[in-house]
């Protein structure tokens, strides 16, 4: 028997929030001691940050993340408070010109509350 559209998209859902989960855990530890910088990516620049110095996995992460989001979306689920949507909207925060926003060391810290309650 064939598997729906559905059932692949939630299958793909899943690996994708894996692979996310996963990468942030390897990552968010640096982020929160030595201030690493994964959320600066090709969508979210930091003025005065070139691309040559985003991190390794910056865009992958920024792909993970933004396929978690329409996958939700198509599936008719809310991407609010989903892994994916936290993971963009650090982004979006960390390369704001807002001069309260948090750097890069308070949004690993934020973001490794949602991992360890997305688990």
């Known amino acids: 028997m064939r598997a729906s559209r559905e ?4 299958q793909h859902l899943k690996v994708d929030v894996f692979n996310l989960r996963t990468k942030l855990e390897r990552l968010l530890p640096d982020v929160k001691k030595r ?3 994964i959320f600066c990516n090709s969508s979210f620049e930091l003025e005065g ?4 110095e985003y991190h390794q996995d910056a865009d992958k992460l920024l792909r993970l993340a933004q396929r978690i989001v329409k ?8 991407a609010e408070n989903c892994l994916g ?18 750097g890069p060391r ?3 810290m934020w ?5 360890a309650s997305n688990t």
């Open 71 to 78: 996958a939700r979306e198509e599936l008719g689920e809310p």
């Open 7 to 10: 059932e692949i998209l939630r």
């Open 35 to 37: 201030g690493l910088n």
């Open 106 to 108: 308070k949004l690993g």
């Open 111 to 115: 973001l490794s509350e949602i991992v």
């Open 85 to 102: 949507e936290a993971y963009l909207a650090a982004c979006k925060e960390n390369c704001s010109r807002d001069e309260h926003r948090r």
């Open 49 to 52: 940050f070139s691309s040559n």
